[in-house]
């Protein structure tokens, strides 16, 4: 009798120090991997959202031919005040005034 208690209890400390946290292991790269792929699915309805066209400042200014070639704001994919930065990521004072900073529209997560 006391030999079946034995076996029991090094069977029991085998469950509390080996198949409990497994399992509690497997629960969790379980619910991990159900949430990257709901991260996934997310990241990519993002990138399917419209785009919006970006602001011509350069024809609400006036700007020459001649000042858009060496226009960052015009020569850059990005709206004007963004490829405008300063050094620090500051926006620069005449864009925050600015009528197309103003009136562009802000990204709205669906």
Same mark, same amino acid.
């Given at each position: 009798?006391?030999? %079946?208690?034995? %076996?029991?209890?090094?069977?029991?400390? =085998?469950?509390?120090?080996?198949?409990?946290?497994?399992?509690?292991?497997?629960?969790?790269?379980? =619910?991990?991997?159900?949430? +990257?792929?709901?991260?996934? &699915? /997310?990241?990519?309805?993002?990138?399917?959202?419209? &785009?919006? /066209?970006?602001?011509?400042?350069?024809?609400?200014?006036? $700007?020459?031919? /001649?000042?858009?070639?060496? $226009?960052? #704001?015009? @020569?850059?994919? @990005?709206?004007?005040?963004?490829?405008?930065?300063? /050094?620090? #990521?500051?926006? @620069?004072?005449? $864009?925050?005034? $600015? +009528?197309?900073?103003?009136?562009?529209?802000?990204? &709205?997560? %669906?």
């Amino acid at each position: 009798m006391e030999t %079946i208690t034995a %076996i029991l209890a090094v069977i029991a400390g =085998f469950a509390l120090r080996l198949a409990i946290p497994i399992a509690v292991t497997a629960l969790a790269i379980y =619910f991990l991997r159900r949430m +990257d792929t709901r991260w996934k &699915v /997310e990241a990519e309805t993002q990138l399917l959202q419209p &785009v919006v /066209e970006k602001p011509k400042c350069w024809e609400i200014h006036g $700007c020459t031919s /001649e000042m858009r070639a060496t $226009c960052s #704001g015009y @020569q850059s994919e @990005q709206p004007c005040w963004q490829a405008l930065r300063k /050094e620090n #990521g500051y926006l @620069q004072e005449r $864009c925050l005034g $600015c +009528d197309v900073f103003r009136k562009a529209p802000i990204p &709205v997560k %669906i």
